[in-house]
């Protein structure tokens, strides 16, 4: 599969000296972390439910941002994809791919509005 983005978590002054690294693909997000122990998730894009932007004003002052996602997945449910740059442009990205898979795999997402509305009998 072709690579459509990648970066790592940045840190300090939004410099990438972590050993967290993310990769979209057309399908799939994939989120690396570790150094001496590597650990590799997977997550279908089709799976991710809702996506949230979050900067702080130390992230605004260095250019990058976290993306918060809410997915179906079973061993990643929520995470987020922390620290990187241009995040706006990457959740856009990231947003489109996974309609675009939801509609290639016809899944849909259905909200629950009846969450939390109980009739008293």
Do not use: N
């Not at 979050?54 to 993306?67: A, H, K, P, Y």
């Not at 740059?85 to 990457?90: L, P, S």
């Amino acid at each position: 599969m072709d690579l459509l983005w990648r970066d790592r978590k940045r840190t300090i002054f939004g410099l990438p000296l972590s050993f967290t690294v993310y990769e979209l693909e057309e399908e799939r997000l994939f989120i690396r972390t570790g150094f001496l122990h590597v650990r590799e998730d997977e997550v279908r894009l089709y799976r991710i439910m809702d996506l949230t932007f979050d900067q702080s004003l130390i992230q605004r002052i260095f250019g990058v941002g976290t993306i918060h996602c809410c997915s179906s997945d079973a061993t990643k449910k929520d995470f987020d994809i922390e620290s990187v740059k241009t995040a706006r442009e990457v959740r856009e990205l990231l947003s489109q791919k996974i309609e675009e898979q939801r509609q290639a795999k016809r899944m849909f997402y259905q909200e629950d509005l009846d969450a939390g509305y109980h009739e008293d009998e």
